[in-house]
């Protein structure tokens, strides 16, 4: 990854307007690192190829019963309210890794067909992240951190209040360590109809406070997450994607690259 560092000095003036998620010290100096894919909002229907693909490899790999239903896009890719991150290599295009986004803003998550949310989440503005795919070897660390980056800025772009994820264990260790806690600290893993029935465990990241909690918790990402721009990294839009449903469907609808 190469780096540059940016100066950007701010007046006082300015920095009373700062938000919460915008605290002056990054404001002032903020390194730029360029990475070896690129990270966006899929808008067409072969990006939504590619990133059903590299769902598909992901799944098989530990849930090819489940993997098996996974082999085209699901119809909730395409709702409103939802929308679809895609890594992709800047060397050849191809898809290096994937998650859907899916908020509650024109109706309930899936997760809602096996539980209750709780307050204050039953009254918020919620982002449900799902069907993580990630491309193995090497690279694939920096795409997934990549990707919860993207999931964070769409979020705040999007205005959304907690970001949720359901995992399966030992998987839920890695959002332990982003800093994501229980929703129901007391329950039992929940199985959930929309994973066939396989027990999860349901965490929930607040928006808002992410950044102060990183700071002080002096978290290893903090610098990659909050104190570091990434050009490659675009969720522009994002209100604009959950409103449309990210993807274009003026394009000849596509399965697996084949048009229909």
């Not at 990241?205 to 909050?226: C, K, N, P, Q």
């Not at 721009?229 to 409103?243: F, N, R, W």
């Amino acid at each position: 990854m190469l780096e540059t560092t940016q100066l950007v000095p701010i007046k006082n003036d300015d920095a009373a307007k700062l938000t919460p998620l915008q605290a002056p010290e990054f404001s002032i100096r903020k390194k730029v690192e360029h990475l070896p894919f690129t990270v966006r909002i899929v808008r067409e229907e072969s990006d939504l190829d590619k990133a059903v693909t590299i769902r598909h490899k992901a799944y098989a790999r530990h849930l090819p019963a489940l993997a098996a239903t996974l082999k085209t896009p699901e119809s909730i890719d395409r709702e409103l309210g939802a929308a679809v991150l895609l890594a992709e290599s800047k060397l050849d295009g191809s898809p290096l890794g994937s998650i859907r986004i899916h908020s509650n803003r024109y109706g309930k998550l899936s997760l809602e067909s096996s539980l209750k949310f709780p307050h204050p989440l039953d009254a918020s503005s919620l982002a449900h992240a799902s069907r993580l795919g990630i491309q193995e070897g090497r690279v694939g660390a920096v795409v997934k951190i990549s990707l919860f980056k993207a999931y964070y800025q769409f979020c705040v772009g999007a205005k959304i209040d907690w970001l949720v994820i359901a995992a399966r264990p030992p998987l839920d260790r890695q959002y332990e360590d982003l800093m994501f806690d229980d929703m129901f600290p007391d329950a039992a893993l929940i199985p959930l109809q929309s994973a066939n029935g396989i027990p999860h465990r349901v965490m929930k990241f607040e928006v808002a406070t992410a950044e102060l909690r990183w700071r002080e918790a002096s978290h290893r990402l903090y610098d990659f997450v909050f104190r570091t721009s990434h050009p490659d990294i675009d969720v522009s839009g994002a209100e604009s994607a959950l409103e449309d449903g990210g993807v274009d469907q003026s394009e000849p609808v596509r399965i697996m690259g084949l048009k229909a």
